[in-house]
């Protein structure tokens, strides 16, 4: 077995934990590109914030993460409004 084959099957391995870190986990956690679209969102953005990941992959971060907060301060008005 050549280096580099061993370098990408260690690879593999390490995107395979991370990803699944990523996908189990409650916080939000998104990848942006260089121009701040997102090219990754965890499957979180729907249990707290209601959008599903194909509705924030491939928008702009500035985009997103207005509506994220008029989401999070029109949840929290109604919470307080008991």
Known sequence: MT???KALEKLEESEGRYRLI???SRDLI???DR?????Y???SHFYLLGYH???VIGKKSKRIFI???ENI???SCLRVSY
């Open 3 to 5: 280096e580099s084959i």
């Open 22 to 24: 990523a996908e189990q």
């Open 30 to 32: 998104a990848l942006l």
């Open 35 to 39: 121009n701040g679209v997102c090219t």
């Open 41 to 43: 969102a965890s499957p």
């Open 53 to 55: 990941v194909e509705d």
């Open 67 to 69: 509506k994220m907060i």
């Open 73 to 75: 301060f029109r949840i």
